[in-house]
Nanobody, 121 residues
Framework: QVQLVESGGGLVQAGGSLRLSCAVS????????MGWYRQAPGKQRELVAGITSRGSTNYADSVKGRFTISRDNAKNTVYLQMDSLKPEDTAVYYC???????????????WGQGTQVTVSS
């Protein structure tokens, strides 16, 4: 069994900051790419930021310069530091990880349960 547990969401005023965490647990051989997605009401889920096992990162244009993704491989945890938050950042944020389980040759995508981020104007 693999679990992704997110934390750190909440309500913040525009211009404020939040830090999301996602801890992966279970029978894990290795974790490839990890990332954060978000889904606002009435919109499709979109990639916010991703990070490879070696630390290469990519960001959606809308969050570049404001959000920072990082990971702690020893703790199987990925973080998303969100600064200068805007009302349009309001969404449910989901953690994603491509995980190779023991005995498997390929990784599969796993998702967290989602955490609400609300930015008030």
């Amino acid at each position: 069994q693999v679990q992704l547990v997110e934390s750190g969401g909440g309500l913040v005023q525009a211009g404020g900051s939040l830090r999301l965490s996602c801890a992966v647990s279970g029978s894990i051989f290795s974790i490839n790419t990890m990332g954060w997605y978000r889904q606002a009401p009435g919109k499709q889920r979109e990639l916010v930021a991703g990070i490879t096992s070696r630390g290469s990162t990519n960001y959606a244009d809308s969050v570049k310069g404001r959000f920072t993704i990082s990971r702690d491989n020893a703790k199987n945890t990925v973080y998303l530091q969100m600064d200068s938050l805007k009302p349009e950042d309001t969404a449910v944020y989901y953690c994603n990880a491509n995980i190779v389980r023991y005995g498997m040759k390929r990784g599969n995508d796993y998702w967290g349960q989602g955490t609400q981020v609300t930015v008030s104007s």
